[in-house]
């Protein structure tokens, strides 16, 4: 099959090339759209409890879909004070539902009286953006606001998610320039020493970027039709330029050795794509098999990694099987043009003696080795995962900024509450203030109050005051008569200023007076904001960090707490959805794992015929992973090297860095395992001779793995430079994870354990010999 692959290739040559420069011209004028038709985001599950308490929420109460949130600060104002609140008011003048489409409302200390919206220092305000449209619409609102405001005399700063989407989709499209400036060039050097000629040194420069290129086109056609997320461009830019050089390298590596063997042209195209296309072919269903795995996650932004992925990876094999021989067919022996130097047998002796070294001495190898990837994977038993936030972003931007001062200056748990909606049907009458309803609503306020890590609870039944149901129900008659007739002369209710996200303070207990008029306001915009009929809101501020571990246990208490007959509860915010998240993610993660071992297994099964080294190949790989998962705790979450690599470590790695590194790294390291067997079963084929097929194989592949390897690490390098934080962890995990696996792993731990075992590396039961099909062979 791969023979007649290479010979149509190289009789249509021209016909190929054609059809491949129309396809690229093609991509190349979508790419300057794509940026702006992928999307930010990609982190939500609209079947996740959390996202459905969400929306119930939304449906009952109209909380609004999405918000934006803006940062006042003054080095000199009091935030609480008539002076800020006045150069607030006119710098929030010109944003309104009428300038801004889809505002349905703004929040601020001086609408709501919510202390929350007030820094610690009191030297900053918060001023929330609420919209009916969901985040995609309101990201487009963002640069309008910003247009909008006129905070003369105070700094403003806009974030929120709509915000740092939009700043995730700026800085992606600048990333991506920079991380090509730096990658071309360097691979080609690297090229040239590698082949000592300039043509067959950019040979796979224009493999890798044609396959890129189209593959951006064919994700800009997709985008416009399906939801995809903005790391798409940069994750499938990164897996295409390293792939895809490198199964060019190998093409174009394995057809100057043909014509040195003296080969004639058509016959070197033919036996490259017969032997380099065959293990080609089987590598890119490796790498696409780990990247598909992405696709069983429930979220948008990992299935767009994957998507994005597999499509790259799909060009660049047929890159390397249709376009490179077409090409080289047009070549012949003008592939060594422009050469600068030639290559002597130095090299060759040097691999050959390096062979014979590990054949000798594979016990001491194999040791020293796993000791090194042992000392690399150290750091991943101290791992500690989390949500990815605005910290993803580089702290130049104001989105990112904006982000900072609110975790440093304002009250967290307040602003991030675990949202407790309860909901009654069919039970006693809709009105929330009716005294059945308040009698069991003060109940259930008082077990959300004492559970741990709550610093409190906010509700029509959680005031200064209401120590009781019949305080509750005394206070809420008080406010009642007072609305419809002034202020009541018999409530047991005692004025008070407007505290907390809306409170209303009441006294409880035979303390005579009225409600004051700021307590009846207080009261009302409570009642408003947080029931309607068969409804309640409760807002539990955790003492702990709102994304913790602490916040998100109390989450998962609070859906265990006993109701009432007839009440029903539902749990949303921040602490509730970062811990569906991460479950929904670890949960199926171990699936996903044996989902990609399993077809990887079966793919190398029908590849290598050996029943013992495709289980070899994913135990060797699983070593390179665990290195690789070592280094990103070593540097993201525990700090070092971030001066080098320009980021501040937030103690953690981003909870979906492991899962993204597994399905990428597990085929992509698995290229040199699938170009160093099929070399070694080639010479097994004709010597059944173990060690010298082991060391033949080592000879032959180890200068053009290493040399591969050096490629995907330039690449990889690259986007270490980049500024958004998991597009860098992505660059720097792979970059070491293969900089191990092509020095430490291929061309020692690999050939020495081959050399321990023997013979058995190629059995294969003959009962499988019988029915395994000869795909490319024969």
């Known amino acids: ?52 308490a969400l929306d119930l929420m939304h449906a009952r109460l109209q909380t609004g879909l999405a918000s934006i949130q803006i940062v006042f600060t003054s080095p000199t104002l009091d935030a609480a004070g008539p002076a800020f609140q006045e150069v607030e008011r006119r710098a929030l003048a010109r944003v309104t539902p009428a300038t801004v489409p889809g505002l349905q409302a703004i929040d601020t200390y001086a609408s709501s009286g919510d202390r929350t919206l007030l820094s610690n220092d009191r030297r900053a305000s918060l001023a929330t953006l609420v919209f009916s449209t969901q985040i995609e619409q309101a990201q487009q609102q963002v640069d309008r606001i910003r247009a909008l405001l006129r905070p003369a005399g105070l700094r403003a700063y806009v974030t929120g998610d709509p915000a740092v989407y939009q700043a995730l989709e700026t800085v992606s499209a600048s990333d991506l320039r920079k991380a090509e400036t730096y990658a071309l060039p360097f691979a080609l050097i690297v090229l040239v020493i590698v082949f000592g000629s300039v043509v067959a040194a950019a040979l796979p420069v ?30 499938a830019s990164l897996l295409g330029l390293a792939v895809g050089i490198d199964y060019a390298l190998f093409i174009v590596g394995r057809f100057r050795e043909e014509l040195a063997h003296g080969s004639g042209v058509a016959d070197a195209v033919e036996t490259t794509v017969s032997h380099a296309g ?90 020293g080795t796993v000791a090194v990837i042992v000392v690399f994977a150290g750091p991943i038993l101290r791992i500690r995962t989390n949500v990815p936030t605005a910290t ?37 009458r809709p009105d929330p203030t009716a005294p059945g309803n308040l009698a069991a609503l003060f109940e259930i306020g008082q077990r959300l109050a004492r559970l741990p890590d709550v610093e409190r609870v906010t509700s029509i039944v959680n005031q200064p005051g209401i120590r009781s149901a019949a305080d509750a129900q005394a206070f809420w008659r008080g406010v009642a008569l007072s609305d419809l007739t002034g202020p009541a002369s018999g409530a047991s209710v005692a004025g008070g200023e407007a505290g907390g996200t809306g409170s209303a303070t009441a006294a409880g207990g035979g303390a005579a007076g009225a409600p004051s008029p700021a307590t009846i306001a207080a009261a009302q915009r409570l009642l408003g904001s947080t029931t309607t009929r068969n409804t309640v809101l409760f807002q539990v501020a955790p003492r702990s960090d709102p994304s913790g571990g602490s916040a998100q246990t109390l989450s998962q208490t609070i859906k265990g707490l006993p109701m009432p007959p007839g009440y029903t509860l539902h749990v949303a915010g921040l602490s509730a959805g970062t811990h569906d998240f991460l479950s929904a993610l670890y949960g199926r993660f171990p699936w996903v794992i044996l989902f990609v071992v399993c077809v990887t297994y079966v793919v190398l099964l029908l590849l290598l015929r050996s029943a013992w080294l495709p289980l070899k ?21 525990q700090g070092h090297l971030s001066g080098v690599l320009s980021f501040v470590p937030e103690g953690y790695v981003d909870a979906t860095l492991p899962i993204i590194m597994f399905c990428t790294l597990f085929g992509v390291s698995m290229d040199y395992e699938v170009f160093l067997l099929t070399r070694m079963r080639e010479a097994w084929l004709e010597t059944h001779d173990n060690r010298r097929a082991v060391g033949f194989g080592l000879e032959r592949t180890g200068r053009i793995i290493t040399s591969a390897a050096l490629i995907i690490v330039i690449v990889a390098g690259s986007f270490a430079t980049t500024s958004i934080l998991i597009t860098k962890a992505i660059g720097v995990g792979l970059a070491v994870a293969i900089a191990l696996d092509a020095t430490i792993i291929r061309i020692l731990l690999v050939p020495a354990t081959m050399r321990l075992v023997g013979g058995v590396n190629w059995w294969l039961p003959s009962s499988l010999e019988r029915v395994l099909p000869k795909i490319g062979e024969g």
């Not at 064919?218 to 994750?235: D, K, Y």
């Not at 602003?415 to 909606?421: D, Q, R, S, T, W």
């Open 392 to 428: 993803s972003l580089p702290t130049s931007q104001e989105a990112r900024q904006g982000y900072d001062l609110i975790q440093a200056r304002f009250d967290r748990g307040a602003l991030n509450p675990v949202e407790v909606l309860v909901t009654w049907d069919g039970v006693g």
């Open 278 to 367: 065959r293990a080609i072919f089987f590598s890119g269903i490796a790498v696409m098999v780990g990247l598909t795995g992405l696709l069983l996650f429930s979220y948008m932004s990992l299935r767009s990694i994957g998507i994005g992925g597999a499509i790259v990876v799909l060009f660049s094999v047929l890159s390397a099987l249709t376009l490179l021989p077409a090409v080289l067919g047009v070549l012949g022996h003008r592939v060594d043009s422009l050469r600068l130097f030639g290559r002597g047998r130095s090299e060759s002796r040097f691999w050959h003696a390096w062979a014979g070294w590990v054949m000798d001495h594979p016990v001491v190898v194999l040791a």
């Open 1 to 52: 099959m791969f023979a007649a692959i290479g010979r149509f290739s190289y009789r249509f040559r021209w016909p190929v090339i054609a059809v491949w420069v129309v396809a690229f011209v093609l991509g190349l004028t979508a790419v300057p759209k794509l940026h702006g038709e992928l999307k930010g985001g990609g982190f939500s599950n609209a079947r996740a409890p959390a996202q459905r």
């Open 617 to 637: 190949a994913v135990l060797v790989n699983s070593l390179s992973i665990m290195a690789s998962f070592g280094a990103l705790v070593f540097v993201f979450q």
């Open 206 to 235: 224009i493999g890798g970027g044609f396959a890129v290129t189209v593959t951006l086109g064919v994700l800009s056609v997709l985008a416009r039709r399906f939801s995809l997320s903005i790391f798409t461009m940069n994750t």
